[in-house]
């Protein structure tokens, strides 16, 4: 018996000593996860020449065409343009200054003869009093790689256009839509035609024209849109390749 209780003991002993080992300094098993995150934002900008066009001696008939003007976004986000064109005359009313406008969008520009086609093709519908002259067949929106718009900002969009100044100063907005929406990529590239008509009377001899076309970017993100400028509408354009 006394050896059966010896050897209990040792047992209970041993057992004591390892619970006794929980005890002092603490020591669990643990893990740790860290995650980092950085934020670089996008840039909204717009790159455009700022020389319009500039001429001497224009007379009734005659018609001025300028360079193609590009509109570039030089930023990192899309971008949804509006566009707007004021125009005055220091001696007598705009009313007889005839505008229209060929745009052209593309992410590769086309070459120099496929743009002189489209602008001879706009330019002889805008000569005959064509409101939103159409491309040759030649050019066909299936064939082309590139967008193409164009329009006359005329005196029949009276309600597209902002009176000041007794009728010498008017702003006609334009632009929006689909076809002025610019990926980082793309670039717009922007023609006008102005006519002074041959109605012109000796008022216009000596006058001096003036002319602003402004482009306003925002970007496009959740469906983002311009509303329309105060008192306007916007002018309607035809759609082409």
Do not use: C
């Given at each position: 018996?006394?050896?059966?209780?010896?050897?209990f003991?040792?047992?209970?002993?041993?057992?004591?000593?390892?619970v006794?080992?929980?005890?002092?300094?603490?020591?669990?098993?643990?893990?740790?996860?860290?995650?980092?995150?950085?934020?670089?934002?996008?840039?909204?900008?717009?790159?455009?020449?700022?020389e319009?066009?500039?001429?001497?001696?224009?007379?009734?008939?005659?018609?001025?065409?300028?360079?193609?003007?590009?509109?570039?976004?030089?930023?990192?986000?899309d971008?949804?343009?509006?566009?707007?064109?004021?125009?005055?005359?220091?001696?007598?009313?705009?009313k007889?200054?005839?505008?229209?406008?060929?745009?052209?969008?593309?992410a590769?520009?086309?070459?120099?003869t496929v743009?002189?086609?489209?602008?001879?093709?706009?330019?002889?519908?805008?000569?005959k009093?064509?409101?939103?002259?159409?491309?040759?067949?030649?050019?066909?929106?299936?064939?082309?790689?590139?967008?193409?718009?164009?329009?006359?900002?005329?005196?029949?969009?009276a309600?597209?256009?902002?009176?000041?100044?007794?009728?010498?100063?008017?702003?006609?907005h334009?632009?929006?839509?689909?076809?002025?929406?610019?990926?980082?990529?793309?670039?717009?590239?922007?023609?006008?035609?102005?006519?002074?008509l041959?109605?012109?009377?000796n008022?216009y001899?000596?006058?001096h024209?003036?002319?602003e076309?402004?482009?306003?970017?925002?970007?496009?993100?959740?469906?983002?849109?311009?509303g329309?400028?105060?008192?306007?509408?916007?002018?309607?354009?035809?759609?082409?390749?």
């Amino acid at each position: 018996m006394r050896v059966a209780k010896k050897a209990f003991l040792g047992t209970a002993l041993a057992g004591a000593l390892v619970v006794s080992a929980g005890f002092g300094t603490y020591s669990w098993f643990t893990d740790v996860k860290t995650a980092n995150g950085t934020i670089d934002n996008g840039t909204l900008t717009l790159g455009m020449d700022t020389e319009l066009f500039a001429h001497e001696n224009f007379a009734p008939s005659q018609m001025l065409i300028s360079d193609f003007k590009k509109i570039e976004n030089t930023g990192s986000l899309d971008q949804i343009l509006r566009a707007s064109y004021t125009h005055s005359v220091d001696k007598a009313s705009v009313k007889k200054y005839k505008v229209g406008y060929l745009a052209i969008k593309y992410a590769e520009r086309p070459n120099e003869t496929v743009l002189k086609d489209i602008a001879m093709a706009y330019q002889k519908g805008f000569d005959k009093g064509v409101t939103n002259p159409v491309l040759p067949m030649g050019l066909a929106k299936s064939a082309a790689s590139y967008e193409v718009e164009g329009g006359v900002l005329s005196e029949e969009q009276a309600s597209a256009m902002k009176a000041q100044a007794a009728n010498h100063e008017k702003t006609i907005h334009f632009g929006e839509g689909k076809f002025w929406k610019l990926k980082d990529n793309q670039n717009i590239e922007i023609m006008f035609f102005v006519k002074l008509l041959d109605s012109a009377g000796n008022e216009y001899q000596g006058a001096h024209y003036d002319a602003e076309f402004k482009v306003e970017a925002k970007q496009t993100d959740d469906g983002a849109e311009f509303g329309p400028a105060a008192g306007t509408e916007m002018e309607p354009a035809a759609e082409s390749k």
